[in-house]
């Protein structure tokens, strides 16, 4: 994959991931309240991947072709990361 196609796909991923933490933070309220600790620790592990991520994201735009590619594997790894939390979350709902 092209690196601006790359780009383009990463920041899409990366907006949708951060929409999807505001909604579940609007939702904390919701979730059952005995597992509430576990939901806002969840909640918190994203929100500082989140960070990480687009800290790691700003960088390898202004960064060569190696960081770059490093940039892709790290990527990747945290998107399945956002949606394994996402899942854990759904399921206070349950």
Excluded: C, H, P
Aim: aromatic share 12%.
């Amino acid at each position: 994959m092209e690196r601006e196609e790359f780009k383009q796909k990463a920041l899409k991923s990366l907006e949708e991931a951060f929409e999807k933490i505001g909604e579940y933070e609007a939702k904390k309220e919701m979730a059952k309240e005995e597992a509430r600790a576990e939901y806002d620790t969840i909640l918190g592990k994203l929100k500082l991947k989140k960070e990480e991520l687009q800290t790691k994201y700003n960088e390898a735009m202004a960064s060569s072709d190696e960081k770059w590619e490093e940039f892709k594997e790290v990527f990747d790894s945290s998107m399945d990361s956002f949606k394994e939390g996402f899942n854990k979350l759904t399921s206070f709902f349950k």
